[in-house]
């Protein structure tokens, strides 16, 4: 059974940035899709950014494209997502999420065709 732990959420000021962590732990991330989402309240869940397991490519939402970035470390088994130039819309529970070797890309962005998430991580972002 995989389970994510994310971390490394907070308060910040716009401008600021923030390095949030998801800890894999149960099996490897391996061959997975590993993403990000977002959930602000109120809101729909939003896909954030994802690394594509086949070729390991990043993919981000446009609203976060340019600001943010998305990287493993095998070796720790954990993803991270790096985010600068923090804005108050950014502000949300930030969720990891994985699959099971299977998401084909043209579903990257769709949270239901992921297996595994996480409890999430708060970011708010005061202006």
């Known amino acids: 059974q995989v389970e994510l732990a994310e971390s490394g959420g907070g308060l910040v000021k716009a401008g600021d940035s923030l390095r949030l962590s998801c800890a894999v732990t149960?099996?490897?991330?391996?061959?997975?899709?590993m993403a990000w989402f977002r959930q602000a309240p109120g809101q729909e869940h939003e896909f954030v950014a994802a690394?594509?397991?086949?070729?390991?490519?990043?993919y981000f939402a446009d609203s976060v494209k340019g600001r943010f970035s998305i990287s493993k470390d095998s070796a720790k088994n954990t993803v991270y997502l790096q985010m600068n130039s923090l804005t108050p819309e950014d502000t949300a529970v930030y969720y990891c999420?994985?699959?099971?070797?299977?998401?084909?890309?043209?579903?990257?962005?769709?949270?239901?065709?992921?297996?595994?998430w996480g409890r999430g991580t708060q970011v708010t972002v005061s202006s």
């Open positions: 999420a994985a699959d099971n070797s299977r998401l084909i890309l043209s579903s990257l962005r769709i949270g239901d065709y992921y297996d595994y």
């Open positions: 690394l594509f397991r086949t070729y390991g490519r990043a």
């Open positions: 149960g099996r490897t991330i391996g061959s997975r899709t």
